[in-house]
């Protein structure tokens, strides 16, 4: 069982950035693809951004592309997503997720997610 905990999350202006962090409990991280989504009152949940075990590959939407960055650091039993040139439609409570099947974009393809941490982008 992963036990994963995001951190990071606040408000901020349009146009400014934040920088979630995803801690993992599991020491072997690099056994999972891992995931951002988020999900805005009302709505249902987004993907925002995906990265391979290694980190050698990212996928991300075209919504947050050229914004925002996802990174992991195995060691540090870490995923990180940056996110830049933030907008007010931007906000949302922001999950991060892991899997180890299934196509990175799909919700249904994570195992294991975090509690979530709030993201609000005023105008």
């Known amino acids: 069982q992963v036990q994963l905990v995001e951190s990071g999350g606040g408000v901020v202006q349009a146009g400014g950035s934040l920088r979630l962090s995803c801690a993992a409990s599991e020491r072997t991280l690099s056994r999972y693809k891992m995931g951002w989504f988020r999900q805005a009152p009302g709505k249902e949940r987004e993907f925002v951004a995906s990265?391979?075990?290694?980190?050698?590959?990212?996928y991300l939407p075209e919504s947050v592309k050229g914004r925002f960055t996802v990174s992991r650091d195995n060691v540090k039993n870490t995923v990180y997503l940056q996110m830049n040139s933030l907008r007010p439609e931007d906000t949302a409570v922001y999950f991060c997720a892991a899997s180890t099947w299934g196509s990175a974009d799909n919700v249904a393809s994570y195992e294991y997610w975090g509690q979530g941490t709030q993201v609000t982008v005023s105008s």
């Open positions: 990265i391979s075990r290694s980190g050698g590959s990212t």
